[in-house]
């Protein structure tokens, strides 16, 4: 079946420097794309979303881009922060459910 | 800030025993769901709830378990016959809307011994 995945199960990033974290999808009719994040212990917290009409989204100290002509998803975290360790997740909404992909974990290097 | 709130934090149980899990979503939200992560893995979804009824549901989603609300404030999971293989974190989580973002839990860890 068709399924959301990530390309890297695990990323070390120094401590100021940017992060990027990558995600493949395959379902070409979703449309709507959320990244998740979440701490040892806790359920998922939204970081930030994206809908099919747009490549490009901003928030604070973070940036989606989403490719739709390959299905690729991306998160951008700059200056990362030691509190940024974490499993990042990114999911896609399709058929009334959101489905998750495998999970990044970040380790902050300090 | 509202949240989605989970208790038990965590349940332990005897296989073959019923237990239920349960859930206060946030208060104007009109979706529910629930999903399970096993120790390690993908968040995995199970069911999802909309106007007193399932929306969809996953092929994990047998007849032994069931979900309801109960009242104007709870969502509870239901599961008739516990297994070892359900043991796992599982996650309530709730949206304004159909495609709008999920809010989730702190989640239950659920044992069955």
């Known amino acids: 079946g068709e399924s959301v995945g990530l390309h890297l199960p695990t990323l070390s990033v120094q401590e100021g420097d940017n992060s990027i974290i990558n995600c493949a999808y395959s379902?070409?009719?979703?449309?709507?794309f959320i990244w998740y994040k979440q701490e040892s212990g806790k359920g998922p917290q939204f970081i930030i979303d994206i809908r099919s009409n747009m490549d490009k989204r901003q928030g604070q100290r973070v940036t989606v881009l989403l490719n739709k002509t390959v299905k690729h998803l991306s998160l951008q975290i700059a200056a990362t922060q030691p509190g940024d360790s974490a499993v990042y997740f990114c999911a896609e909404f399709y058929d009334y459910k959101l489905s998750f992909g495998a999970g990044t974990t970040v380790t902050v290097r300090a | 800030e509202p949240e989605v709130t989970q208790t038990p934090s965590h349940q332990v149980t005897q296989m073959g025993q019923e237990v239920i899990l349960r859930c206060v979503p946030i208060?104007?939200?009109?979706?529910f769901y629930w999903y399970r992560q096993i120790l390690g893995q993908k968040v995995e979804f199970l069911v999802s709830?909309?106007?007193?009824?399932?929306?969809?549901k996953s092929e994990i989603f047998d007849d032994q378990f069931s979900v309801e609300r109960p009242d104007g404030s709870n969502f509870t999971l239901k599961i008739r016959s516990t297994k070892l293989e359900d043991s796992a974190m599982y996650f309530c989580?709730?949206?304004?809307?159909?495609?709008?973002?999920?809010?989730f839990g702190s989640g239950t860890q659920l044992s069955v011994l």
């Open positions: 208060s104007n939200h009109l979706y």
């Open positions: 989580a709730s949206s304004e809307g159909g495609g709008e973002k999920l809010f």
């Open positions: 379902n070409s009719a979703s449309d709507y």
């Open positions: 709830f909309y106007n007193n009824e399932i929306s969809e």
